[in-house]
C-alpha cells in the first residue's frame, strides 16, 4: 500500500485543493528529484542525467490558494556563454474556491489532458522512467518537432466537480489562455487563443475514464504553416486496485497542412499498460505504444514493447529499470533497443 499512498499524496498536492492539508500548514513546499541513465543500441552511447528538480509551494488563506513550481531540469547549469539544461517556471497560479463546483484559478497551468500531462514530471508517481508516446515530441511533417498538443498555457481555468452520487464522482476543467508561439507564455501572437476541456469520471478510487480536447492556432506549426489550426482529442482509462493497475489511452492529432498541400493530416497514437505491485515493494510493467502519422505512407509508424521494473523500498524513494524495443516501419530505420534506469525521491 505505500507506493499507492505516495502516489495518492503526491497527485493530491500537485492537482487538487488540500483543504484538510491547508489546514495544518497555510504554507507549504516539497518537491521531488531524479536521477536517469539511459544506453541506446542505435547510438551506442550511455549518459547520466539529473533530469528534475522540482519545488513546489503553495499557500492557502480560506478561499484563496496561490501554487508555483520551480525546475531545474538536466542539471541547469546556466552560464554567460550558455551552459546547459533550464531554470523555468513551469507553474504559478491563484485559485478562488467558491464551491465544490466551481474553482477559479488564473496564471499558467499544465494543459488539462490525458492521465499524465496533469502528473506534469512527478517522477514519483508514475511507475517507468519513460512516458507514452502521447506525451512525447513528434515530427509528423518532418519539419518541425514538438509536442502535438501544449504542455503548458497562460490564461484562465473554470474546475470543480458536477456531481456526486455515492462513490461516483465527475469532475471538469475548462481553460482558455495563449495559444503557442515563440512567447506563449507572456505575449500571445494574435487573437485565437487556446481552448481546452477535460471531463473525468471516477468510481471510487479503482476506476476512473476521461475525454480531453485541447485545440489553437500554432503561430509556428507543426507543418511549417503559421497559424495552423491543430487540434487533439483524448480517451484514457485507469482501473487500479492494491495490487493491479491497467492504463490505456488513445489520442487523434489533427494537424493543419502548409499551404501548398492544404487539408488537414490527423495523427494517431495509443497505449495499453499493464503492472502487477508484490507486496508494494516490486511492480514489474508492461507497456505496448504506438504511434502513426497519418500520413498514408511506408514508414509512418512507431511502435514500441516496454518491459520494466519499479522497486520502491520506503513510500518515498523508488528505483526504476526498463528496456524499450523499439520497432519502424520505414524501411531505412532500423530496429533498436533503449535501456533506461533511473532513481526518484519525493520529499
Known sequence: MEMKQIQVILVSLLLTSPVLYAQQREFSIYGYIDLEFEYGTEQKKSTFDIHHFNLLTEFQSQQVRVFS??????????????????IALERAWVEYTHSGRIQL??????????????IHDATPTFLTTSLPFIYGKHNPFGVNKA????????????????SKAGSIRLNYTLGVGNGRGPEQFSKDNDNNKSLSARLLLQSGTRLQVGVSHYRDHNAEGLSGK??????????????????????SELALFRMERNIEAGGFQTAKSWYIQLAYRVQDLV????????????????GDSHRTWLLGVNISPNAKVYFKGEVQFNMFSAPDEASNRLYLSSISVAF
Do not use: C, M, W
Open 69 to 86: 513550481e520551480i525546475e531545474f531540469e538536466h542539471g541547469a547549469s546556466l552560464e554567460p556563454d550558455g551552459g546547459e539544461g533550464e
Open 105 to 118: 484559478r488564473a496564471g499558467k497551468f499544465l494543459t488539462p489532458f490525458g492521465i499524465y500531462n496533469l
Open 147 to 162: 509536442r502535438l498538443y501544449a504542455k503548458f498555457y497562460t490564461g484562465l481555468q473554470v474546475l470543480g466537480t458536477l
Open 226 to 247: 503559421q497559424g495552423a489550426n491543430e487540434q487533439v482529442y483524448g480517451l484514457d482509462l485507469q482501473y487500479d486496485t492494491d495490487t493491479f493497475l491497467l492504463q
Open 283 to 298: 511492480t514489474p510493467v508492461l507497456r505496448y505504444d504506438f504511434f502513426d502519422r497519418g500520413t498514408n505512407a511506408v
